[in-house]
């Protein structure tokens, strides 16, 4: 089945640690985004990748890492320096960055602060 | 300043009948596109329907059409025969050409659907 894998669902993070969570995409999709979406709001940018080795900060990257070493995985590491990293969390691709291009969406993580 | 703009936080409909939901839009950019996503209460964000702002006709997939009036910057979705199945959030968004591929969210509206 072509799509787009998070994991884990669900996840719980202590005070001070990093938590990665995983994105992996077999839609041969270029570019690869990483969304936050709060509870009754709507989705806000953290950060995307346009192609491999490359990405750029979206609106709220303060407190979050990425990387893109292959075009398939887009993990993004939630560090201790997030204040308030309780959210649901969404990874995204799409074939180009143009604004006629759709972006598809993974089922999201939900990460709680324990 | 918002960009997107759904005034609707939720709305009501009685399965079968049709349901709009309002999305309004701001930008300077001439070359946009609008979208819009449903997400159930499992959380995934599933794309509906999309509309170029240099399509001259309106976007019409299933029972989903959207109502594009370019002057006005509106970007209305049209649920017909509504079903139980569609009460979920509602997300209007924006991909403008000149921002390198960020997808702009509203706040969305929650729909409801009565038998």
């Known amino acids: ?114 | 300043a918002q960009k997107i703009t759904q005034t609707q936080p939720g709305m009501f409909v009685q399965e079968k009948e049709a349901v709009t939901l309002d999305c309004t839009y701001d930008t300077s950019d001439p070359s946009y596109g609008l979208f819009w996503y449903k997400q159930p209460s499992s959380g995934e964000m599933i794309f509906l329907i999309y509309q170029g702002s240099y399509d001259q006709q309106n976007a019409t997939e299933g029972r989903y059409s959207l109502n594009f009036q370019k002057a006005r910057k509106s970007a209305n979705l049209v649920i017909s025969a509504s079903q139980l199945g569609d009460s979920a959030m509602y997300f209007c968004a924006m991909r403008e050409g000149n921002q390198g591929g960020k997808l702009i969210f509203g706040q969305g509206t929650e729909l409801s659907v009565k038998p």
Request: with cysteine.
């Open chain 1, 1 to 114: 089945d072509g799509g787009i894998t998070q994991s884990p669902k669900y996840l719980f993070r202590k005070e001070g640690q990093n938590v990665t969570l995983s994105c992996e995409q077999n839609l041969n999709h270029d570019a690869m985004y990483w969304y936050r979406q709060d509870p009754g709001q709507g989705l806000r940018l953290i950060y995307y990748s346009q192609i491999v080795n490359d990405f750029q900060k979206g609106d709220i990257a303060e407190g979050y890492s990425v990387s893109r070493e292959k075009k398939e995985s887009f993990p993004l590491t939630v560090t201790s320096a997030q204040k308030n990293p309780t959210a649901f969390y969404l990874c995204a691709s799409s074939i180009g960055v143009t604004f006629t291009d759709t972006i598809y969406f993974g089922e999201g993580s939900w990460l709680t602060v324990v």
